[in-house]
């Protein structure tokens, strides 16, 4: 698992844009693959089981905190629509220049799957198969996927 | 800016942000440190597994912190403790673990009696049942042996004959938890997981002569465990003895040095 917890720490602090946050999901990840490391079938499918694991990790940690600031704060709606999250620190961001930081929010607020299946091709760099495997859904929708985020990135810029 | 050159211009920053880790590394290092932390509390006991060659076949073996966990005769037909260990222990692979138990093996076989110095852990063995009969089996005596229907009276089911056939047929760590010491009521050798000619081999080398027509041997005596005495199978006293304390005894000799004395009815010397 040591061999992986570098690009899952990468997909993470990509994924919530908060080093804290990242480190919860990072250790919730890991004692989860730990508890059903036994199941799993063979070692080939290691990465994409990892990458799984977080990518549900995130969509849990997003929809909590869309149900979240709905009760908090509903005005905060519009902006969490937007695909930033004004209202937590970004550490990781605090050092980054301009652009990239444009390209990280614009990165973040890709929806839901096209953003798990583009940073994970693009900053991590896995296969199409294993992003299919991590993300539940055929090679072809993966590819589909990182396609798409690619478009609307263009469009934002 | 052309279409072209926002390509190449996103391409780019794409590239920039997958090399850029910055704070990875630090972030990396206190995640692998919570991380272990938290392992600690999740951490399952270690099985230390290996394979070896012994004089009973090739083994796969597993040791845990209490005492070995399984022997498996690989070519035989007892079940695969593997699977079974992975629910409950982490398993790590450890020749030197598994050698050290092979060289117990090896010597058990070659005569040695007291060479079976490990503990066993039967926490493999799936029912209370089984347990309960498996730790009745490691109180019968070294050189001799018992009946299934002995042993089920033992564990309190007097006709259990066949859930104890069963109980030794799954039992994990057969040799140290000797289920080859467990015969048909007939006195003939009955059956065995690793195969027959095994339940021989552990059987002679315990010092119960078995012979060719796989029938007890011709000076075997049944010592009682309540009274202390031992008699010749078809001793009326025998007919009438609770199975459940009754081992069978290779010869008289063998019962004596167990602490029982000669029946005065039938005089088995």
Not at chain 1, 45 to 60: E, S, T
Not at chain 1, 101 to 111: E, F, Q, S, V, W
Not at chain 2, 112 to 127: I, Y
Not at chain 2, 236 to 255: C, H, K, N, T, W
Request: hydrophobic share 40%; proline share 5%.
């Amino acid at each position: 698992m040591r061999r992986h917890d570098r690009e899952i720490m990468r997909f993470l602090m990509r994924m919530t844009r908060d080093r804290d946050d990242a480190l919860d999901l990072f250790q919730e990840t890991f004692l989860r693959a730990y508890r059903a490391y036994p199941q799993l079938d063979s070692e080939d499918g290691l990465r994409p089981w990892l990458f799984k694991i977080a990518a549900n990790l995130c969509r849990n940690r997003a929809r909590d905190r869309a149900r979240h600031s709905r009760v908090i704060a509903p005005e905060a709606d519009a902006e969490m629509l937007d695909g930033v999250a004004p209202h937590y620190s970004n550490h990781a961001d605090r050092a980054a220049p301009a652009a990239a930081l444009d390209l990280r929010r614009a990165i973040a607020g890709l929806p839901g799957k096209q953003g798990q299946a583009f940073v994970m091709r693009k900053i991590v760099g896995l296969e199409y198969a294993e992003i299919g495997a991590a993300l539940g859904c055929s090679e072809e929708s993966a590819r589909a996927g990182v396609y798409q985020a690619l478009r609307k990135l263009k469009e934002l810029r | 800016m052309s279409l072209k050159n926002m390509n190449d211009q996103l391409l780019l920053d794409l590239d920039r942000e997958a090399d850029d880790d910055r704070d990875l590394d630090a972030t990396l290092a206190e995640a692998r440190r919570r991380f272990e932390k938290a392992l600690v509390r999740e951490r399952r006991p270690i099985a230390r597994v290996g394979v070896i060659d012994s004089p009973v076949g090739r083994l796969f073996v597993a040791d845990g912190p209490r005492g070995i966990l399984a022997i498996h005769f690989m070519d035989g037909k007892g079940p695969e403790p593997l699977e079974t260990m992975r629910g409950k222990f982490d398993i790590v692979e450890d020749q030197a673990a598994a050698d050290r138990i092979g060289e117990e093996i090896r010597r058990f076989v070659a005569g040695d009696r007291n060479a079976l110095k490990h503990e066993v852990d039967l926490s493999l063995v799936e029912s209370d049942f089984k347990r309960r009969a498996l730790t009745k089996l490691c109180k019968v005596p070294l050189g001799s042996v018992v009946t299934y229907q002995g042993l089920a009276s033992a564990v309190g089911a007097p006709d259990g004959q066949r859930a104890i056939g069963n109980a030794m047929g799954s039992n994990p760590i057969p040799i140290y938890v000797p289920c080859h010491r467990v015969i048909k009521s007939d006195l003939s050798i009955g059956n065995y997981g690793g195969g027959v000619p095994r339940k021989l081999k552990l059987l002679r080398a315990e010092g119960f002569a078995v012979g060719k027509d796989l029938r007890m041997p011709a000076h075997a005596v049944m010592g009682h465990q309540r009274t202390h005495i031992y008699c010749r199978p078809n001793c009326s006293a025998a007919q009438r003895a609770d199975m459940g304390r009754v081992y069978i005894f290779a010869d008289p000799e063998r019962a004596q040095r167990a602490g029982l004395r000669a029946c005065k009815i039938c005089h088995p010397v």
